[in-house]
């Protein structure tokens, strides 16, 4: 049996689900290993999946659409593929002392060569959303643009 968004993608499509503009609690059930797969079914009925056609534009079927499918009529541009990776959340959020503790990224200097990084959990993901997220994440601190995450 195939979970639809899980392991059944339509033909000639690529599928991007958006978590980020979903309710906490579905974020959090695409982040949970083993139940993650039953958060695609749950984003694509409630309009946070959309299908990309690769090469040829597809004829878009009825079903498609009845699941609840957002289609786009064309492929992906380089520059939509670039600012995937680079979502940022640029506000005026004054961070508390917990929260820039929790945040921030700490690391413990043990000499002038060797670090260790305290926040090390971070490297170990275990979803396909968890992944995009690490991504997203290494991304704006490279860049200097992190300020605040979603998740």
């Not at 978590?19 to 906490?24: G, I, K, L, Q, Y």
């Amino acid at each position: 049996m195939s979970i639809e968004g899980w392991d059944h993608i339509p033909d000639g499509f690529d599928a991007e689900f958006q978590f980020d503009e979903a309710n906490r609690w579905l974020r959090y059930l695409a982040l949970t290993p083993y139940f993650e797969r039953f958060a695609y079914p749950i984003a694509i009925k409630r309009g946070f999946a959309r299908l990309w056609p690769t090469g040829e534009p597809q004829d878009t079927n009825i079903e498609i659409l009845e699941k609840g499918w957002m289609i786009q009529e064309r492929e992906k541009t380089n520059q939509e593929f670039l600012i995937e990776g680079s979502l940022a959340i640029l506000s005026d959020f004054k961070p508390t002392r917990l929260w820039e503790f929790i945040h921030k990224q700490r690391k413990l200097f043990l000499s002038e060569r060797w670090t260790f990084d305290l926040d090390f959990a971070s490297y170990f993901v275990f979803t396909r959303y968890g992944r995009q997220c690490r991504a997203r994440k290494f991304v704006h601190q490279s860049n200097g643009t992190s300020k605040r995450y979603l998740v």
